[in-house]
Nanobody, 115 residues
């Protein structure tokens, strides 16, 4: 059984920053792609950013230049640095990992951008 545990969400003012973390634990042979998605109220879950084991990254156009995804393969952990936050970034952020041929989701962490 694999678990993804997220942390780092919260309330921040527009223009502020947050750092999200997601650690995979359990019986793991190999973690391939890891990523972050977000879901705003009344909207579908959308891709924010992904990173492969080798470090290749992919970002949604709306976050390019503001968010940075990274990972520590030794710790099976993925990070998302959120800078220059906007009110429209408000959402629940979910971690996703492709582990040993299966996709897993974290429980989600709330990010609220408001003055």
């Amino acid at each position: 059984q694999v678990q993804l545990v997220e942390s780092g969400g919260g309330l921040v003012q527009p223009g502020g920053s947050l750092r999200l973390s997601c650690a995979a634990s359990g019986t793991i042979f190999d973690v391939y792609t890891m990523g972050w998605y977000h879901q705003a109220p009344g909207k579908q879950r959308e891709l924010v950013a992904t990173i492969t084991r080798s470090g290749y990254t992919n970002y949604a156009d709306s976050v390019k230049g503001r968010f940075t995804i990274s990972r520590d393969n030794a710790k099976n952990t993925v990070y998302l640095q959120l800078n220059s936050l906007k009110p429209e970034d408000t959402a629940v952020y979910y971690c996703n990992a492709y582990v040993d041929g299966l996709h897993y989701w974290g429980q989600g962490t709330q990010v609220t951008v408001s003055s």
